[in-house]
Structure formats: structure tokens, C-alpha cells
């Protein structure tokens, strides 16, 4: 069975920085878009970043020069480095994938179970 799992996150001091990542469990043909998404507490959940599988970058206008995305295309395992961490980033982080099971099959989108990202003032 194929899961995303999550691994970083914690407690973290305003400015301070975390690492998220995120690994492909099970066997797939391809991995295509990655990504990171977040919730937090009585909020809609909200695109962070964005890597494609050629290496293109989008990020939501709140982290752009302060998050880094990356990918590793032979591990299937998609980073995310916070950097200048501010109270208002504290959320669930997810992460986000569209996997090709087979060669022949369509795009199907999976989801993380979450990490708990919390930045203190």
C-alpha cells in the first residue's frame, strides 16, 4: 500500500528554522507534482509549495524567500526547510503527492497524515 510519510516539525522559536520531510512508502511508477500544504487551527488548509518533477518551484506569496522546497527523484522524498520562522506559520503541515501507480493507470493524489509545526513569539 502506498503512503507519504512525514517526518520533522516540533517546537521552534520565532526566527528559528525546521526541516519537514516527507518519503514515498510503497512501490509506484512515477511521482510527479509534490508538494506542502497547511492547516492551521480553525483555518482552511493552504498551499505552501510546490515542486514539479522536473524541478519548477511555485510558494504562496507568506513564505516565499523564507521556505525552500526540494525533492530527491531517486529516494521519491520531497523536503521543505523553514527558515525565519514566524508565529503565524504555525500549522498541521501536509504533505501532497500525485503518484502514477503504473505505467498505465492515472494520476492519484495522496495525502500525509501531518505534522505539527508550532513557532513561538
Known amino acids: 500500500q502506498v503512503q507519504l510519510v512525514e517526518s520533522g516539525g516540533g517546537l521552534v522559536q520565532a526566527g528559528g528554522s525546521l526541516r519537514l520531510s516527507c518519503a514515498v512508502s510503497g512501490s509506484t511508477f512515477r511521482v510527479n507534482t509534490m508538494g506542502w500544504y497547511r492547516q492551521g487551527l480553525g483555518k482552511q488548509r493552504e498551499l505552501v509549495a510546490l515542486?514539479?518533477?522536473?524541478?519548477?518551484?511555485y510558494y504562496a506569496d507568506s513564505v516565499k524567500g523564507r521556505f525552500d522546497i526540494s525533492r530527491d527523484n531517486a529516494k521519491n522524498t520531497v523536503d521543505l526547510q523553514m527558515n525565519s520562522l514566524k508565529p503565524e506559520d504555525t500549522a498541521v503541515y501536509y504533505c501532497?503527492?500525485?503518484?502514477?501507480?503504473?505505467?498505465?493507470?492515472?494520476?492519484?493524489?495522496?495525502w500525509g497524515q501531518g505534522t505539527q509545526v508550532t513557532v513561538s513569539s
Open positions: 501532497n503527492a500525485d503518484l502514477d501507480l503504473t505505467r498505465w493507470g492515472t494520476s492519484e493524489n495522496y
Open positions: 515542486i514539479s518533477s522536473h524541478g519548477s518551484t
